[in-house]
């Protein structure tokens, strides 16, 4: 019995794990609540983005048994026909899902001041549930 067959097998699986790996070295998946409607700009070559918030909660009890509802803030950018897709049906208060990357920038202020941003690149959303 030769160990070739073998010695394929775990380099397929290594090979596999490398590729997993790398789609998952920047990759989000955030479950929330939308906090605004979508603010949609079309650029000159008629591409389109959306912007959102995105509030995700967890609670949890301090040690005098109070619930404390700790919420964090996340700005989306949705680009292209999803971008289009989130303007026509999202608004705020929706409860959606979505997988995206994080992507850190920099730009010029109306007052020339360098600032910095963090948004997550949405790749794909699921419209959960409305508000109303």
């Known amino acids: 019995m030769t160990t070739a067959p073998l010695y394929c097998q775990l380099k397929q699986v290594e090979i596999l794990n490398v590729k997993i790996m790398n789609s998952l070295k920047n990759s989000v998946r955030l479950v929330g609540n939308l ?3 979508p ?7 008629n591409k389109k983005l959306a912007k959102l918030s995105l509030a995700t909660s967890e609670s949890y009890k301090n040690d005098k048994g109070e619930k404390i509802t700790d919420t ?9 026909a ?3 897709i989130a303007e026509d049906i999202l608004k705020k208060g929706d409860e959606i899902i979505i997988e995206g990357k994080i992507n850190n920038r920099s730009y010029i202020d109306k007052d020339g001041n360098k600032k910095y ?8 959303f699921l419209k959960v549930s409305s508000k109303n």
Request: hydrophobic share 45%.
């Open 72 to 80: 964090q803030w996340h700005n989306l950018v949705i680009w292209g």
């Open 35 to 37: 906090g605004m409607d």
């Open 117 to 124: 941003t963090s948004e997550i690149v949405v790749n794909e």
């Open 82 to 84: 999803q971008a289009k």
């Open 39 to 45: 603010e949609v700009k079309i650029f000159d070559t």
